[in-house]
């Protein structure tokens, strides 16, 4: 979800409904119900907005999402006491870490003689653990999500057995592919809308969007604890036109933040996409430290557009929600091709935005980079004989791996601060065709 809390209202009132139709019915989240919205974000009590809603709501489960993590240990320490359901996650382990240790999985009944077992799965990246600041993740060891998982398959002897994932679509479907005693996978990550799920060696696999646009609703019918029908249909939000009134009164108070509202600069012309947003954050950040180049990942890019007129600070942090501080580095050309190469080739596309030059990846024949060229302002090549001052976020500089000598300076200025103070100097800015990253295919 996101902290998309706007349909909120629709939910609760869908979920009464369904419990008016359907004998049994339990409401559960594939996780990242945090990191996406100022006004869950950004209040004193981070996150607690969201938990205030899912109880009103009525969950019964939720895996934890790599997002889950944005707060710190102490604070989801405080959310999962908040919850009146839990955070499940089977390769989590927190032994040795502030995060009080969350539970596998949690059995629920649906009359006398069936019980389900939702089984809580986390995603882990490439440095094996989840996509979140690695500050927040101190102390926590992650195992594999797909190996983890199979452990339990025991459960399946007498329990209907559902996975809460939060591993995309890929992994879930390889999941399935590996754990035929899984039921049904209800899945997150990746954001995919799965309208009907996929069937994948007998097991339903299930995914509704993100943002809380869809709802999945997956119906089981069970004779003697057995499944012997199982279906999914997905429920757009927008079709809904009835919401829960209560719910909807404190989705308005929690709405009505008059800091949020406050106007930061003005969009000469909308800002469409990862370049023209990118640029933007990027060039805060050089004017900010005074570096000569600044990069931004493209998964810290939160939205999609910003519309022209007035940009709040609500579309500040909506657009970078994770209070990353800058980070300095003197780096030299190679250095900044090994870090370009090792963000290109995680998705085998571009993923950091620029600051200060242009830059062009050329593409191997695996999809992988094979070199870069980078150039200054005026279109000269950079010069190999000097070093430059960087400027990246704190996530890029601690999770994404790559060559440099200094170890560089963590500076107390937070990005969303650093553009914040940026627009208030540039009054007005205009990105409207801004690309400064390009790709060279293998071949051409």
Not at 9 to 34: H, Q
Not at 134 to 140: E, I, R, S
Not at 268 to 279: C, N, R, V
Request: glycine share 8%; with cysteine.
């Amino acid at each position: 979800m996101h902290a998309k809390i706007d349909n909120m209202a629709k939910l609760a009132y869908l979920a009464d409904s369904l419990e008016r139709t359907c004998k049994y019915v339990f409401l559960v989240s594939a996780g990242d119900n945090f990191t996406g919205n100022p006004v869950v974000d950004m209040v004193a009590d981070r996150g607690y907005p969201m938990i205030d809603l899912m109880n009103r709501c009525g969950f019964d489960a939720s895996a934890i999402g790599n997002h889950e993590f944005d707060m710190g240990q102490e604070r989801l320490n405080r959310r999962f006491k908040q919850a009146r359901f839990p955070f499940l996650s089977c390769n989590t382990d927190a032994s040795g870490a502030v995060l009080e240790q969350p539970k596998p999985y949690k059995v629920k009944r649906a009359g006398s003689g069936n019980r389900i077992v939702f089984l809580g799965v986390t995603q882990t990246g490439q440095n094996g653990v989840p996509d979140s600041h690695p500050d927040n993740l101190k102390g926590l060891k992650f195992s594999d999500p797909v190996s983890s998982a199979k452990a339990y398959a025991k459960l399946k002897d007498k329990y209907v057995l559902i996975a809460l994932t939060h591993i995309g679509q890929e992994e879930d479907l390889q999941l399935a592919g590996e754990m035929p005693q899984l039921d049904v996978i209800i899945g997150g990550h990746s954001h995919d809308r799965l309208d009907t799920g996929i069937t994948r060696n007998g097991v339903l696999v299930t995914q509704a969007g993100s943002g809380l646009k869809y709802v999945g609703k997956t119906f089981i019918r069970l004779s003697k604890g057995k499944v012997i029908f199982k279906k999914e249909e997905m429920i757009p939000m927008s079709a809904l036109t009835k919401s829960d009134p209560k719910v909807m009164k404190l989705i308005d108070r929690y709405n009505d933040n008059e800091e949020l509202k406050q106007v930061a600069g003005v969009a000469a012309a909308p800002l469409k996409g990862y370049s023209e947003l990118g640029s933007m954050m990027c060039d805060a950040m050089a004017w900010a430290v005074n570096a000569d180049i600044a990069f931004q990942n493209r998964g810290g890019i939160r939205i999609s557009s910003l519309a022209q007129g007035d940009i709040t600070l609500n579309d500040v942090f909506r657009l970078d929600p994770f209070g990353n501080k800058i980070v300095t580095l003197r780096m030299t050309v190679p250095e900044m091709e090994s870090l370009i190469c090792y963000a290109f080739n995680l998705e085998k596309n571009p993923d950091l935005e620029v600051a200060g030059m242009t830059y062009e990846v050329q593409q191997g024949p695996d999809g992988r980079c094979a070199g870069v060229t980078m150039k200054d302002r005026q279109g000269n090549p950079l010069d190999s004989s000097r070093e430059y001052m960087v400027a990246l976020n704190s996530y890029v500089a601690s999770a994404y791996r790559f060559d440099h000598h200094d170890p560089g300076n963590v500076v107390n200025l937070t990005t969303s601060k650093a553009l914040i103070d940026f627009l208030g100097k540039e009054k007005t800015v205009d990105y409207s065709g801004t690309t400064r990253v390009f790709v060279k295919p293998s071949g051409n």
